[in-house]
């Protein structure tokens, strides 16, 4: 008999992206506090479940053409390509 596996415990993040993000494009960031910073960027700060959803939030912000500034995940600072090249490794 197979024992359910354990859901892990979501995780903080914090991603900066360039530009202000216009609220036409807040569709897959549900859950997310989203701020309008005073410099001009954006932040988007909540808790993640998995990787899985770090990544759907990376594509979102691929797809509509946003520069990637920083992430903080799992208190750990990652730079982009840290993620990107993770992403590439799993697919």
């Known amino acids: 008999m197979k024992t359910p596996r354990e859901k892990p415990a979501s995780q ?12 036409q494009y807040l569709e897959g960031f549900e ?3 989203i701020s309008k910073m005073s410099n001009g960027d954006t932040r ?7 990787q899985a ?15 990637l500034l920083d992430i903080d995940y799992r208190n750990q600072k990652l730079n ?12």
Request: glycine residues 10%; negative net charge.
């Open 12 to 23: 903080s993040i914090t991603i900066k992206i360039r530009g202000h993000l216009p609220d």
């Open 31 to 33: 859950g997310l506090e």
């Open 44 to 50: 988007i700060v909540g808790m993640v479940e998995d």
């Open 53 to 67: 959803r770090l990544f759907g939030l990376l594509i979102r912000i691929r797809d509509l053409g946003i520069p």
């Open 80 to 91: 982009k390509e840290e993620i990107i090249n993770d992403y590439k490794d799993r697919n």
